[in-house]
């Protein structure tokens, strides 16, 4: 076997391991995704327990306040988990990228080229934009519940 040829060999065993890790991320990703919303419907089903089955031993401002906080914590931190995965996936394709100079076909490169680099919501977006919607929602929704809880105190509901 030729030196080129072995060495082009290797490459591809090298790419393929990377393109495989690659891919771990995104499953991590979707694994984290899980855990989030399942943490954050935890803190809903909570309050609704609470709720239906508390009568008047702490103050509903109190609740809402401690909800609101932990559920704005979680939204916040899935936000940051989501951001820090976006990252890592950019690092990973780059160097992707990088390998496939050396390889007869640039797969990846090539699809990001067709995707118009995600420049264009018409024609693809990033998934990572997608997955935001939800954290950014649930922190809205948490948001909501520190002010009534907060309005809930000073009115001494």
Not at 31 to 38: D, E, Q, S
Not at 44 to 50: D, Q, R
Not at 96 to 112: C, G, N, S
Request: aromatic share 12%; proline share 3%.
């Amino acid at each position: 076997m030729k030196e080129s040829e072995h060495n082009r060999r290797e490459l591809l065993e090298i790419y393929k391991l990377h393109a495989t890790l690659a891919d771990n991320v995104s499953q991590r990703r979707e694994g984290a995704n899980r855990l989030y919303v399942t943490l954050l419907t935890g803190v809903l089903a909570s309050l609704v327990l609470f709720l239906k089955f508390t009568i008047g031993s702490v103050p509903l401002g109190v609740v809402l306040v401690v909800v609101g906080i932990v559920g704005m914590v979680l939204s916040m931190s899935w936000f940051i988990v989501i951001r820090s995965y976006r990252q890592l996936n950019t690092g990973k394709f780059q160097a992707l990228h990088e390998l496939e100079e050396e390889l007869p076909y640039p797969f990846f490169k090539r699809e990001w080229e067709l995707l118009e680099e995600g420049k264009k919501a018409s024609r693809y977006w990033k998934l990572t934009v997608v997955e935001t919607f939800l954290p950014v929602a649930f922190l809205l929704l948490f948001i909501a519940f520190l002010g009534c809880g907060i309005f809930c105190l000073w009115k001494n509901c």
